[in-house]
């Protein structure tokens, strides 16, 4: 009863518009007073316990390394880079998007900004070279949740930090993921791309290639050192987010003198409102969390479960058809943080490994960022391209289709994940 309670409450709480940090918070003062245990000090302090929380710091430098690095023109570098290699061969924006996708989510870890940072400058390129607009901006968003898979990502800090498990690992653990959802969007727009009648741009000559590579030397060295650093134990997750920050600022200012001081107190504002809404969300979940324990809600759960525990495939099948119904309605940080709690018993009870499984969870939601209603990479990618939602719609399924295809391959061979683990970490 305590189930139908608090999904009740929040599905009901959320249907009035109400921002998602404070339908938690309601959601949560519903099951408190159902089970009459309402008090307000155990309100306060679950508040405060999770917002003060040091893994969780690692977001706010991340989140100010991509706004950094947005101005300081580390971003422009990148995309020049690409430009330079593979700009001129059939389709070759289409190429540049996807491998500047792979390099921005070394940086950031963000799917909005990737995609907002990308979209503004590629898909009006894409569109005066004769790329269909609509493609051009759902292979963007789709390339965007590369950046929450591959290390560093901000989903997996939450997942980390909410379900108890090692962030470092779960870096480790997308860096081929990642990359296998590169290589799925590569040969869908190969075969997509040919319906185009597009231009190429101009072979960039050896001198060329290697004044773009020269010049982008410094953003390129940024996600080696994060990675390096991860995989060398020289600092904790929280530890490279502020190195990251500091180095995308002194890059901005010092090196390529593209980010004025004048510009950085924007920038700071910008990163500390982004920050402000995940670190509420964090908080509200915390009470959530505590509720949900309390209320034994993960041992009816695995009561409804257990017809399947003897099946960790089976089992994980129905977990990504749950995850990815909400991830339709939600985003991911509420989705992580709301669902974690209650699954994580679950999966601990199958004997399935939890970083694999965060693996699975971070995509599944990342996925959900692709799909109407809320889809918040879909509208970020439809605002920077100037298209409407059922315009980009039909841009992106076939590369939404490509990036399930991915989930399912990895969710039947969980070696693609653990043996790489093994490599990395």
Excluded at 80 to 107: C, D, E, K, N
Excluded at 224 to 251: D, K, M, S
Excluded at 347 to 375: E, H, Y
Aim: net charge positive; charged share 10%; proline share 5%.
């Amino acid at each position: 009863m305590t189930l139908a309670v608090f999904v009740g409450s929040l599905l009901a709480v959320m249907a009035f518009g109400i921002p998602i940090a404070f339908a938690l918070l309601l959601s949560g003062i519903i099951l408190m007073l159902f089970m009459g245990n309402f008090d307000t000090q155990i309100l306060a302090a679950n508040l405060i316990d999770g917002a003060d929380n040091f893994p969780l710091m690692a977001i706010p430098f991340f989140i100010l390394a991509g706004e950094l690095m947005n101005a300081g023109g580390i971003s422009k570098r990148i995309i020049s880079f690409a430009m330079a290699y593979v700009g001129h061969i059939r389709g070759g924006l289409g190429y540049v998007a996807i491998i500047a996708s792979v390099l921005f989510a070394g940086l950031s870890g963000s799917a909005v900004s990737d995609t907002a940072a990308l979209g503004a400058i590629l898909i009006p390129m894409m569109v005066s070279a004769g790329y269909n607009r609509n493609r051009s901006a759902g292979l963007i968003a789709a390339g965007g949740i590369i950046a929450p898979i591959i290390p560093p990502s901000i989903p997996m800090i939450v997942f980390g930090v909410t379900a108890g498990v090692s962030i470092s690992k779960l870096f480790m653990a997308g860096i081929v993921p990642g990359l296998l959802l590169a290589v799925s969007l590569t040969i869908t727009w190969t075969i997509i791309v040919r319906k185009d009648k597009t231009v190429a741009q101009p072979r960039k000559t050896a001198k060329e290639k290697w004044a773009a590579t020269r010049s982008a030397f410094w953003a390129l060295l940024m996600p080696l050192i994060i990675i390096g650093g991860l995989r060398g134990g020289i600092f904790t997750p929280t530890e490279a987010a502020a190195v990251a920050a500091f180095y995308a600022l002194f890059v901005g200012l010092v090196i390529y003198r593209e980010l004025k001081l004048k510009k950085l107190y924007e920038v700071l504002v910008v990163a500390a409102k982004t920050t402000s809404i995940v670190m509420l969300l964090a908080a509200a979940a915390m009470v959530s969390s505590w509720l949900i324990t309390v209320a034994n809600i993960p041992g009816q759960l695995i009561t409804l479960l257990e017809p399947f525990m003897d099946n960790q495939l089976l089992l994980l099948i129905i977990i990504n058809l749950i995850v990815l119904i909400v991830g339709t309605a939600m985003d991911v940080t509420p989705t992580i943080l709301i669902l974690t709690p209650v699954l994580m018993p679950v999966v601990k009870q199958a004997g399935i490994d939890p970083v694999f499984f965060g693996l699975l969870f971070v995509l599944n939601n990342c996925i959900g960022l692709l799909t109407p209603p809320v889809g918040t990479v879909l509208n970020v990618a439809a605002g920077v391209g100037k298209i409407g939602m059922d315009d980009i719609m039909k841009g992106v399924w076939p590369f939404l289709i490509a990036e399930i295809i991915i989930l399912i391959l990895l969710t039947l061979f969980p070696s693609l994940v653990m043996v790489p683990l093994g490599w990395f970490h």
